[in-house]
């Protein structure tokens, strides 16, 4: 699976989401409000969640390798700074 599109969006304040990101995968799929935050190590990824009734997060898109995860989060960095 490639990605063909990464579309980033600026919040409005400065506040720990650095963007949020569109993603499209071989023309075919995308996969919107990826987050990207500024964390103690530096910035990574978190895939759209939605809170369940007991209050946990649920994400609603994730990838389903670590290797695939590594490739998506360096492709949305490479265009975040």
């Keep these: 699976m490639e990605i063909t599109e990464v579309i980033i969006r600026k919040p409005m304040d400065d506040g720990k989401v650095k963007a949020y990101v569109s993603v499209t995968s071989n023309n ?3 996969v ?26 649920k994400s609603t898109a994730h990838p389903i390798t670590p290797e695939f995860r590594t490739k998506l989060q360096e492709k949305i960095l490479e265009n975040i700074t």
Excluded: C, E
């Design 32 to 57: 919107h409000n990826i987050k990207v935050l500024n964390g103690q190590d530096g910035f990574f990824i978190v895939m759209p969640a939605h809170r369940t009734p007991s209050g946990k997060y």
């Design 28 to 30: 075919r799929f995308a």
